[in-house]
């Protein structure tokens, strides 16, 4: 399989995108599953300038949807998922690294961070090989993983 391409989320990616996350499997290990907010984050990405949504392509299709949240301090949260017929391709570990390096050179945030389900090896696995650090774990039991600058080249 070619290497995953990133794109501006589009309103016609919408039915897509939902239909990918219906998967009980994904759902489970986002932080929001209802189909309300996921309506409204998909409205509040066409509308406002809030986070940078962008979907992953793989062979032309949209498989997942990966985003860094409005940079706070420059810093953004990280969150991502790929559909289960595309999962196991290292989609989401090359989809990772060019968000970091988008987050890091363009955005020029000093780190990006990440909360994971602790069940969702997979999740683990993907921060874990694209050099994020796991700190400490979160009052609501999920796992807390962080990428500062400096482990990362500036382009
Ligand atoms: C987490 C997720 C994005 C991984 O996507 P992916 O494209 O399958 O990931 P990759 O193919 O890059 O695999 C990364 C590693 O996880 C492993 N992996 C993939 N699926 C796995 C599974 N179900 N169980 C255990 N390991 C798994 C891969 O083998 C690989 O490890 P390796 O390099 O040692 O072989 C995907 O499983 C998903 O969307 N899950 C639900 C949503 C979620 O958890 N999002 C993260 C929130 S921050």
Redesign the pocket.
Known sequence: MKKPILRDVRITDFIRLMLLRQDK???E???HSSFVYFLLEIWKIITFNGPIRKVILANNQIV?IINLTKPKNLSSE??????KD??????????VKQMVQFGFSKLKLNKIY????PK????Q???L?NGFIKKKNTKDKRFYFEKPIRTTKRF
């Open positions: 499997e994904v759902s290990n986002l932080k997942g990280i969150g991502y998922f790929v559909g595309y999962q196991g391709k290292g989609i989401a570990t090359e989809s990440a909360y994971c389900n969702s090896i997979a999740s696995k993907v921060l090989k």
